[in-house]
């Protein structure tokens, strides 16, 4: 085989996992996560590794809403409460640190989202929202996960920033926002 088949064989097998995870998705459990985004007053984000990588980008689209956002590492992050979301990418739903995270957070009254490969993890099971990514994650353990043939979590983590992307689309239609004013709250010193 020629590395040009294994390349065009190698994208068609990724884009087919791709397709398989957003056919398997709930749009009614998305539906709720997005409505407790629109709701909350301020949003905090966090992630670990490729995961967290994804997570901070949602963050910052999230904050092109219009939305208060903060990425929960930054030393400016204020203090949760009562009417904010926490966001936590917890792909394994047993990531430890983020685990502890999402037990503290629960002591803020702030309402508790978690994106994870694995909702039957006790974490997740204790969140107010949870968005099933049903895609394979590293260390995950749900049998209802689309396989991969890729190493690793690459599929979950590839996936969140497709999946991320789509929500925002779907939230600037729902809030009734333009790019234009999506655009408008760029960094605009580069």
Not at 17 to 32: I, N, P, R, S
Not at 37 to 60: D, H, L
Not at 92 to 118: N, P, R, W
Request: charged share 25%; with cysteine; net charge negative.
């Amino acid at each position: 085989m020629t590395f040009e088949e294994r390349f065009r064989s190698c994208t068609k097998m990724v884009l087919a996992e791709h397709e398989a995870v957003f056919e398997a998705m709930d749009a009614a459990e998305l539906f709720e996560f997005m409505r407790a985004i629109m709701e909350a007053k301020r949003i905090f984000v966090v992630g670990a590794g490729r995961e967290g990588i994804a997570a901070r980008s949602f963050a910052m689209r999230i904050m092109h809403l219009g939305k208060e956002t903060f990425w929960l590492w930054d030393d400016t992050t204020p203090g949760m409460r009562q009417g904010d979301l926490f966001l936590a990418v917890d792909g394994s739903g047993k990531i430890g640190h983020i685990d502890y995270l999402i037990e503290q957070s629960m002591k803020t009254g702030a309402k508790i989202g978690v994106i994870t490969g694995a909702p039957k993890e006790r974490m997740p099971q204790a969140a107010d929202h949870v968005l099933f990514v049903p895609a394979a994650v590293y260390k995950g353990t749900d049998p209802r996960v689309v396989k991969s043939r890729q190493p690793m979590g690459n599929l979950f983590e590839q996936h969140l920033f497709l999946l991320f992307d789509i929500i925002v689309m779907l939230l600037r239609e729902e809030m009734g926002l333009s790019y234009e004013q999506m655009e408008s709250r760029h960094r605009n010193i580069e």
